[in-house]
């Protein structure tokens, strides 16, 4: 085996390892989608109840992606929580729009489902969501049906 | 390659000056051994297997350092040198290995060219050229492509020896290198240790057992047992020697300082015949 | 049992303990040894590039081959049990995951050290024994530099390689079990794929692992090789010792690198 067969093998190698890598990256990972160039501004919205929200989950408005949460707080006065969110300067909302944290199917992870208003004026870098809606604590809502289901109860009795 | 001329002034170019050495402190293989070998000489170093011949080949090449005593080669004390040091030293020296430890991936021509492309900066052609003299000088220019598998052993020895000699060694060293080789291919050996020796104006040092081959080719003997030189001299006066290990080992005795029967009980013991 | 047997094994088994923690340090010495004298490994790079077609273009047959099958078993299993659920169509995030996060790189590093930790092993310590590397020492060569440095960074530059061609012969292998020949949606099949699959926290990570595992396979290697006993017995004990050791290395680093990466830091 002479040199510049070596030589020519093992670049072939490389080669297919990097074409590997790529493939991983394109069509298995999200690379391709949302991550690192795109650039974004931040707004912020308060929540009563963020349930299971993460970082980094996804911020979605009629179900397409269009951002991410970057950050999560506790605001120690107004006792909510607040969320920072980038979104993709591609996508542009209105100054009324609300934001859901609703979740993936019936037990699936959450994220910031965003519904468009109709104001004229758009959000800007460090604008703050006046409308929002806390998570579906599941307790509660169990509490909830176990409330209804006694007040029915009672009803009839009386 | 020119060598450097203080080098060139040493009379002796190895000196061992009461040099004790042993691999772990309880068991020492060299007990205060003494002897020099002068510059142009070919030299012999004898005796039986584990008298610590060849460990003092790896103290004169550096690879151990003594516990007691020094070992001045080419000028300097092997203790005094740090890596550096000690790799320049080696620079001027060439080593044959037993049965030659040629470097198997590699082709003959790549075996003889390895010091010169590793040391030098010379360009390709002259390196061709020198591995070409260098093969020449052991007879075995037209085997340059062979590889070191398809060498008999003889082949594989020569071959070593135009590496070590690669670089125009000053000093060269021999670990047993008539070893399980044919009368043929030993004649060529002896012829070429002589032949070296004289055209680089180096100095050879020889260890080895076989005695009546050695004997033919050195100037100088040195013969040692158990860790010591007992005895010293040219090539006729040990023949003549009346030593008694020396006598054996010359003559090729099976009885004498060095008995048949390695130590053992009894023999009427071990087969239970004594009556207790 | 007598006090004296008792206190005897104890003391075998304080002297096992000491001897492997010695070892342990006469290994990192070698290794930071071989890292400042990589120099030559670097400048002729000739040399490095042939151990990295020694270790990595000879070892692709085993790994692609063997990416195909456990990809194919991944699917294989993986619908059986994600149908009973009728969640067979996450299926293919079910083969990236496994194979980009865990087997990719385990695997494939159990493989490498089978086939070229051992070869490496074997190579160097018949080196020993056959004197070639006093021979270098004599020639005033550094062996480290010149033998084992080369095929040091041979071993850890083909090892992040063949970890990915692993996971894509395997997603592939996946992708021929679950969409052709089962029949799950192949829309389904690469979409929710894409979706699941996250190139910082999984691609990434499974690439991290296995250039740690490459580094600690071609280490024991490397080490197993040189210390070596120069007799044919001794290298095959050495050569032993080094698939076995860097198995156990594999695993036990896995699960370090797994906990390290796969649950800390979930979510603020």
Known sequence: MNRSTIDLWVGIFVAAGFAGLLFLALKVGNLASFSLTQTYYQVQAKFGNIGGLKVRAPVKSAGVLVGRVAD????????????????????????????????????????????AGGDGVMLKNGDRLRLTQSAVVLENLISQFLFNKAAEGKEPAK | MQQPPDAAQQKHIVEIRNVSFGYDAARPVLRDVTLSIPRGAVVGIMGQSGCGKTTLLRIIMGAYLP????????????????????????????????????????????????????????????????????????????????????????????????????????LMLYDEPFTGLDPISFGVIVRL????????????????HDVQEALGVVDYVYFMAAGRVIAQGTPDQIRASDEPFVNQFVNGKSEGPVPFHYPAPEYDTDLELAAS | MPIAALRARLERLGGTVTSHVWRLGFASRFLFYLVVHSGTALRRFRLTIAEVYFAGVLSLVIILVSGLFVGMVLALQGYETLQRFGASESLGVLVALSLV????????????????????????????????????????????????????????????????????????????????????????????????????KDILNGVIKSVVFGVAVTWIAVFEGYDATPTAEGVSRATTRTVVTSSLAILALDFILTALMFTGGNGK
């Not at chain 3, 530059?157 to 996946?174: D, Q, Y």
């Open chain 3, 101 to 200: 996060r865990e087997l990719g790189p385990v695997v494939a590093g159990l493989l490498f050290a089978s086939r070229a930790g051992s070869a490496i092993t074997a190579e160097i310590g018949l080196m020993k024994a056959t004197e070639q590397i006093s021979a270098m020492e004599m020639m005033a060569v550094d062996p480290i530099a010149r033998v084992v440095a080369p095929r040091f960074w041979g071993g850890v530059l083909s090892m992040p390689l063949l970890a990915a061609l692993f996971s894509a012969m395997g997603i592939f292998g996946g992708y021929l079990i679950g969409v052709q020949l089962i029949g799950v949606d192949a829309g389904a099949f690469w979409s929710q794929m894409q979706a699941a699959v996250d190139w910082n």
């Open chain 1, 72 to 115: 999560i707080r506790f605001d120690n006065e107004s006792y909510e929580a607040i969320v920072t969110m980038n979104i993709d300067t591609a996508y542009q909302f209105p100054r009324d729009t609300a934001a859901k944290i609703l979740t993936s199917g019936i037990l699936g992870e959450q994220y910031v489902g965003l519904e």
């Open chain 2, 193 to 208: 240790i002589r032949e070296l020796n004289d055209s680089l104006g180096a100095t050879s040092l020889i260890v080895t």
């Open chain 2, 67 to 170: 516990t007691s005593g020094t070992a001045r080669v080419l000028g300097r004390s092997t203790a005094e040198l740090d890596r550096a040091g000690l790799y320049a030293m080696r620079r001027k020296m060439g080593m044959l290995f037993q049965f030659g430890a040629l470097f198997t991936d590699m082709t003959v021509f790549q075996n003889v060219a390895f010091p010169l492309r590793e040391h030098t900066s010379l360009p390709h052609d002259l390196i061709h050229d020198l591995v070409m003299l260098k093969l020449h000088a052991v007879g075995l220019r037209g085997a340059s492509r062979l590889m070191p598998t398809a060498l008999s052993g003889g082949m594989a020895r020569r071959v070593a020896l135009a590496r070590s000699i690669a670089l125009d060694p000053q």
